[in-house]
């Protein structure tokens, strides 16, 4: 099914990439509507996860009416890691840039992918 035919009545939200080249208004022709939640990868993040779960009620109107939820990746993402992008490449910039908050980068869960 697609988005334009998809019932009025149910929402629809999208989590892809926050690339500025992934634009899901543009490459599905979309009207205003859908709710996007953007992230590096399009990952389905724990705070992705809770945007989707608010922004849900929001765009219901408070009734449970989410209809789809497409995921969409796109190539020649950053966060692909080839030799440049990996988690211990990004990490490893962010601690140099910020060096006092560099046990805290070594936490973070970044999303770089293999495949």
């Known amino acids: 099914m697609r988005f334009s035919e998809f019932p009025n009545s149910k929402a629809i939200m999208i989590l892809t990439c926050m690339d500025p080249r992934s634009n899901p208004y543009e490459f599905w022709k979309l ?3 859908p709710g996007i939640i953007r992230n590096a990868g399009g990952r389905a993040t724990g705070d992705a996860l809770r945007s989707m779960r608010v922004l849900s009620i929001i765009m219901a109107n408070g009734h449970n ?43 973070m869960e970044l999303g770089s992918f293999a495949e």
């Not at 989410?66 to 993402?77: P, S």
């Open 31 to 33: 009207p205003f509507g």
């Open 65 to 107: 009416t989410l209809g789809a939820v497409a995921v969409v990746h796109h190539t020649d993402c950053g966060l692909y890691h080839g030799p440049n992008f990996s988690d211990e490449f990004i990490k490893g910039k962010l601690a140099e840039r910020v060096p006092e908050l560099a046990k805290e980068v070594e936490k």
